[in-house]
């Protein structure tokens, strides 16, 4: 499925005192090394994911794999689209880069996904009950903003 056919879940946003292409390089290393750690590759295999090991060139480009996605579009200082698929759901994770003024921009992740069947719908209610989903993602965007604005 297509990653604008897949229904919007949420969207949480950061400013960032730092231009966008300064961003993007730290935006690569905070998504791959977080999908990267210990225990994401057995996750991924537990649930039957379709990208269970790293792949492909780094910095990630279309293409690039990790445990839970594939790359689908890497445009450097503007959009890094993220998709993955599993026993429970079709997913995708979308970051998006925005100037906002000199030296500033806006880092915002967009996520779309369905829980098809029964176990699917369970899965949901589990993702969205417990706040991991929500602090994996702010953690992220304040990795990255952490990183940037101190590089």
């Not at 480009?61 to 689209?81: D, I, M, W």
């Amino acid at each position: 499925m297509q990653i604008d056919l897949l229904p919007h879940l949420d969207e949480h946003a950061t400013p960032i005192a730092a231009e966008t292409d300064q961003v993007w390089p730290h935006l690569t290393d905070v998504v791959e090394r977080t999908f990267s750690r210990p225990g994401v590759g057995g996750y991924a295999r537990l649930v039957g994911a379709a990208d269970r090991a790293a792949s492909g060139p780094r910095p990630l480009v279309e293409g690039s794999t990790f445990p839970g996605f594939h790359v689908v579009t890497a445009l450097p200082g503007q959009e890094l689209a993220l998709r993955g698929s599993h026993r429970f759901s079709t997913y995708a994770l979308i970051f998006r880069l925005d100037a906002h003024g000199p030296g500033r921009s806006r880092l915002r992740a967009e996520t779309r996904a369905v829980f098809p069947g029964l176990t699917g719908r369970l899965y949901r209610q589990i993702l969205l009950t417990s706040g991991g989903h929500v602090l994996g993602v702010r953690r992220m965007l304040a990795a990255v903003r952490r990183r940037s604005e101190h590089s």
